[in-house]
Each structure stands twice: as structure tokens, then as C-alpha cells.
């Protein structure tokens, strides 16, 4: 019973960018999933593609884990992701996430000066 | 185990007994302390059958099952405790060993722990 390990995973090119602006999905999954609840909705800026991997969701029920999925880092504002946020506007969150859960941020999802 | 608002996930969605972040927990317990043995051991372990040469299964599927725990016992669960109980669950699981085998060897390794003297719980871990 052997599963490969991260070599030989092919898949199209990345959806996204680096520099983009993304949307994460506000859906509920339906299994193991490592999208955490604050982040869902929330609007970030892809700032490095990881590369593709295996899907974790599918990995967790022993499932080979394909087609790979791409990770992206994507960073947050933190004044844009809690109420009352009290920190510096200049503060940042980055987070690890998977292409199924990222949207491309649509015009009237920008707020202006974000 | 510190006093907790537990309440809080259940308006969350899903079931995702982990998934905390931004909910009120007060702050985080930075205290550090030197692994045991035992912890060592446990990680030893988890290295050994999710490394690429086993395969029993992968770390992802490790996660899967810890934060399929209900709230009380992931609260009242100590880390490795709650590894080397998903540990157990995923070879059950993947058919690695039978549960008939696994209490076997439990009880045998609480017999010689007994025969040394030492003072040994039979108390059914969930």
C-alpha cells in the first residue's frame, strides 16, 4: 500500500496570480478541510504560489489526494477580518489556502483604496 | 484543563471542534516544556507509519480524525494523548491491526507493567 509522495503530480498551470486579489469561498465543506471559518468571505492578495500538493481533503479518508490542488500564501488585513480590531492598520495575516476555495475578487467586491 | 467558553462552536458551521480562530478562548499559554519520553515516542510513531516507506496512512488523515473528537473530550485531551488516540483509531481504521489484537496487547503490556509493580489504569480510553 504505497502512496507517492509529492513528486510526479501533474496539473494545469495556477489559477491565479501572484498580485491578485481573491475571495475565499464562504461555502461550508462537507468533510476534513483546512480553510479556517475566520478567513471565509474575506478578501486577500495572493502574494506566493506554493506549488501544487495533494488535496488534504481527500488525503484525510485515505483518497490519493488527486488532481493536486495549488496552495497560495494570501495575505489579509487584519482590520478587515476583525470587529473592533485595535491593532495597527499596517497589520497583515498570510494564510496558506487551496485553489478550490479562492474566487477571483470581483470588481465590486474591491473597496476602494484596499 | 482551563476554564473555556465552549458554548461558542456551536454556532459555528460545520463540525470543526479545531477550527477556533478569533473565538474567545483568553490568551495563549506560551509555556513551553521539554518533550517526554513518552510524547517522543508518540511523534516516533506517527513518523513511522505516515512516513512515505508505511503509508498507513497520512498525517492528513491524522488531523481528520482528532478533529472528529467531540468538544469535551478535544478540549479535555492532552496533544499527544489525542494523537496516539487517532493513532490508534486509523490503524483500527485501515485494518492494520483488529481491536481484538490491539486490547490483547494492552493487556499483556499492563499485566508486565503489574508484575514490575507499577500502578496501571485498565480504564477504557475513548
Redesign the interface.
Known amino acids: 500500500m504505497s502512496t507517492p509522495f509529492e513528486k510526479d503530480i501533474a496539473t494545469d498551470g495556477p489559477l491565479f496570480s501572484v498580485g491578485e486579489r481573491v475571495r475565499v469561498d464562504d461555502r461550508r465543506s462537507l468533510g476534513h478541510c483546512r480553510t479556517p471559518f475566520y478567513l471565509r468571505g474575506k478578501e486577500g492578495e495572493v502574494i506566493a504560489i506554493e506549488g501544487p500538493f495533494r488535496d488534504p481533503e481527500k488525503l484525510a479518508y485515505h483518497k490519493p489526494g488527486l488532481p493536486a490542488a495549488y496552495l497560495y500564501r494570501v495575505r489579509f488585513k487584519q482590520d478587515e477580518m476583525w470587529h473592533g480590531y485595535d491593532g495597527s492598520a499596517r497589520d497583515r495575516l498570510e494564510a496558506d489556502l487551496f485553489e478550490p476555495w479562492l474566487q477571483k475578487a470581483s470588481e465590486s467586491d474591491i473597496k476602494g483604496g484596499a | 484543563m482551563p476554564e473555556r467558553i465552549t458554548n461558542i462552536r456551536k454556532g ?3 463540525n ?1 471542534v479545531h ?1 477556533v ?2 473565538l474567545d478562548f483568553g490568551p495563549v499559554d506560551r509555556e513551553e516544556h521539554d518533550l517526554s519520553l513518552y510524547e517522543k515516542r508518540v511523534d516516533a510513531l506517527l513518523m513511522l507509519l505516515a512516513g ?1 516507506k508505511n ?4 498525517v ?2 491524522l ?2 480524525t482528532v ?1 472528529d473528537y467531540a468538544e469535551q473530550e478535544y478540549d479535555g485531551t492532552p496533544y499527544y494523548d489525542r494523537w496516539i488516540r487517532a493513532i490508534r483509531n486509523l490503524l483500527l481504521e ?1 485494518e492494520i491491526v483488529t481491536e481484538a489484537e490491539l486490547d490483547a496487547k494492552i493487556a499483556s503490556v499492563c499485566d508486565r507493567l503489574e508484575a514490575e509493580g507499577q500502578i496501571v489504569s485498565r480504564k477504557p480510553v475513548p
Request: aromatic share 6%; hydrophobic share 20%; charged share 35%.
Open positions: 459555528t458551521p460545520g470543526a477550527d480562530g478569533g512515505p503509508s498507513a496512512f497520512r492528513d488523515a488531523r481528520r478533529e485501515q
